[in-house]
């Protein structure tokens, strides 16, 4: 079974500084979908950035970015130039091939981030 | 903008009580999604749905059922609330295709469900 692990509960960054945030997943799918969710607090989820597995490239969106390092299974984000509206909880997640009633995202147990002033 | 709206926020019921948490998608998805979110344990899959009265089980069904009864609508019910059911519970929805590209779900604002 597919497995996704964050293994730092808790960070914590100075404004405008660059933090990295961890996360590895288990699989022996060689196309998949993996993603960073952020779930500030009091608000909705919302989508950050996703890396499809075939894409060598690192995915990139304004100040995230993703080392996507599949022979290793690691995902970690980059957050640059870090603001006070970064501050939430981040989720990893993955996601396997097929469509349609498969679209099944696996998460693992999030990262909360916190931004120093 | 995609808008997923939820019931309520906040919710407290009492053990053996029938619970209903109703999800409410405005953008014609056809995948609507149940999860329950716990300090430690990220979101775990409830039920998911993929089509009106079509529902399949997620990772942790035990406790819950669903009911889709029109396409932008998805319920979850405890049908006898127990205190190990206190959580916050997300409804997720997203498009599909049919093919192979994957589109995001896009998730509600959450109920936390207090079970006493």
């Known amino acids: 079974a597919q497995t996704v692990t964050q293994s730092q509960p808790e960070m914590s960054v100075q404004e405008a500084e660059t933090v990295t945030l961890s996360c590895t997943y288990d699989t022996s799918e060689s196309d998949y979908y993996l993603f960073w969710y952020k779930q500030p607090p009091s608000r909705q989820m919302i989508l950050v950035i996703r890396q499809e597995a075939y894409k060598q490239q690192n995915a990139t969106e304004n100040r995230f970015s993703v080392n996507f390092q599949k022979a290793a299974k690691s995902f970690s984000l980059k957050i640059s130039d870090s603001q006070l509206g970064d501050a939430a909880m981040y989720f990893c997640a993955y996601k396997g091939p097929g469509h349609g009633a498969t679209n099944k995202l696996i998460f693992g147990t999030g990262t909360l981030l916190a931004v120093q002033p | 903008d995609v808008k997923v709206t939820q019931s309520s926020r906040y919710l407290v019921k009492r053990t053996g009580e029938k619970v209903f948490l109703e999800c409410v998608q405005d953008?014609?998805?056809?995948?609507m999604f149940w999860y329950r979110q716990d300090p430690g344990l990220g979101l775990r899959l409830i039920y998911f749905?993929?089509?009106?009265?079509?529902?399949e089980k997620g990772d942790i069904p035990e406790g819950y059922s669903v009911s889709r009864e029109k396409k932008e609508r998805f319920s979850l019910i405890l049908e006898s609330a127990s205190t190990n059911q206190t959580s916050m519970y997300l409804c997720?929805?997203?498009?599909?295709?049919?093919?192979?590209?994957?589109?995001?779900?896009?998730f509600g604002p959450g109920t936390r469900l207090t079970v006493t």
């Open positions: 997720a929805s997203s498009f599909s295709s049919g093919s192979f590209i994957y589109y995001e779900q896009y």
């Open positions: 749905s993929y089509d009106v009265k079509m529902k």
């Open positions: 953008m014609d998805h056809e995948n």
